[in-house]
């Protein structure tokens, strides 16, 4: 083992156990670790009194619980550490990291199941990832994540965050300690977060070079689209809007004011906002190639056929649980002849007539089906 550079340990179930001093004693060259398991993960003070430098550069470590103190002393054993995964461990993860980790450009907290983007290492020292899970729970307090943000904001490119509302007296005292918060270099935002703080986050990525723009669920659309027309995103991605009255006027100015900006694709999932005059506006944009729609509960037919229609440049679509879309779409979207891949999820009005008639017309298209009631399959 002393030879090796790279080793993934996972003892969720296995009783024999080496504990995380003992793999790094044993392996003296690893510069990367996964190391996994079903029991809580803590430093005894022999083990904080034995523990190794090291050579790592990429740590994950898993468990239902992990002690403050055993990642304090990792991480100073890790002087060149890059990488950090962390599951089971608290907030405090935050401050420790600060302190402990001076090298680190990759931070993901209690992610679970969340893919991390790849990330190619550069020489200059920040942080350049941040990634943590987004459930359908409280969210991380804005009292320790937007700080956080704010300490990285000259270097962070891509940021996952489920972040809990402000509370009334943080509303003025986090802009206070936070002046100038803008996130310049960011590139990838997934964004999960309550009213005031998706406003205060709306604010920090006006006029950024921000590309790529996931947010599951809007509640301030104009303040969300006042940000988003200073940017030339190349997807958006848009999840339902919390609103009685979802601002319908304000996504028909944004898609207008992109007609002729390079964005190339859009994802809309149950937002009740995303009616025919939204499609009318969307079919302008030029750049657009890949769209994908699920749940949309107020577009119509004729709203849907009439976007596609317009957007024949399309190369991509997927279409998931939207009664309005028919046979007759799939005949509109037979005419769009760059067109190389069609999804068709759950969809009750499309049948295997329609289907044939779009391949005879589009040859070059590829078509999955999936769990559509009208369509028969072999």
Not at 65 to 92: F, K
Not at 94 to 100: D, G, L, R, T
Not at 132 to 139: A, L, Q, V
Not at 288 to 300: D, G, K, N, P, Q
Request: proline share 4%; charged share 20%.
């Amino acid at each position: 083992m002393e030879n090796l550079t790279r080793i993934n340990l996972d003892f969720d179930t296995n009783p024999m156990v080496l504990s995380l001093v003992d793999v790094l004693t044993a392996c003296p060259h690893l510069t990367h670790l996964t190391y996994t398991i079903g029991s809580s993960l803590s430093l005894s003070a022999v083990d904080a009194y034995d523990t190794p430098t090291s050579k790592l550069t990429t740590l994950e470590l898993r468990a239902p619980h992990i002690a403050d103190t055993l990642i304090e002393t990792v991480l100073d054993g890790s002087p060149d550490l890059q990488h950090l995964i962390v599951n089971g461990c608290g907030t405090s993860i935050f401050n420790i990291v600060a302190k402990h980790a001076p090298k680190l450009q990759v931070l993901g907290y209690n992610t679970y199941d969340e893919i991390m983007p790849q990330h190619r290492m550069v020489n200059e020292p920040g942080l350049r990832v941040l990634y943590t899970k987004i459930t359908n729970g409280t969210g991380m307090p804005a009292s320790i994540l937007l700080p956080f943000l704010y300490r990285h904001m000259a270097t962070l490119e891509n940021i996952c965050v489920h972040v809990a509302s402000m509370k009334n007296e943080e509303v003025t005292e986090i802009p206070t300690k936070c002046p100038g918060f803008k996130l310049k270099n960011l590139r990838v935002l997934k964004l999960a977060a309550k009213k005031t703080t998706q406003r205060y986050l709306f604010q920090a990525i006006q006029h950024t070079g921000l590309e790529d723009f996931t947010i599951s669920h809007v509640y301030d659309t104009s303040a969300m689209v006042d940000a988003l027309k200073t940017l030339s995103l190349l997807h958006f991605s848009m999840g339902r809007i919390r609103s009685s009255n979802p601002n319908t006027r304000q996504l028909v100015s944004l898609f207008t004011d992109y007609a002729k900006k390079p964005m190339k694709s859009i994802d809309f999932c149950g937002s009740d906002a995303i009616t025919d005059h939204v499609f009318q506006a969307l079919g302008d944009v030029a750049a657009l190639r890949h769209v994908a729609f699920s749940h949309l509960e107020r577009s119509t037919a004729q709203g849907i056929d009439g976007f596609f229609a317009k957007a024949q440049q399309l190369e991509s679509v997927r279409l998931v649980s939207i009664s309005a879309v028919t046979n007759n779409t799939l005949t509109v979207l037979g005419a769009c002849q760059p067109l190389r891949k069609l999804y068709l999820d759950k969809i009750p009005a499309v049948t295997n007539d329609g289907v044939a008639r779009l391949k005879r017309a589009n040859g070059c298209l590829w078509v999955r089906v999936s769990e559509c009631p009208s369509i028969v399959t072999d």
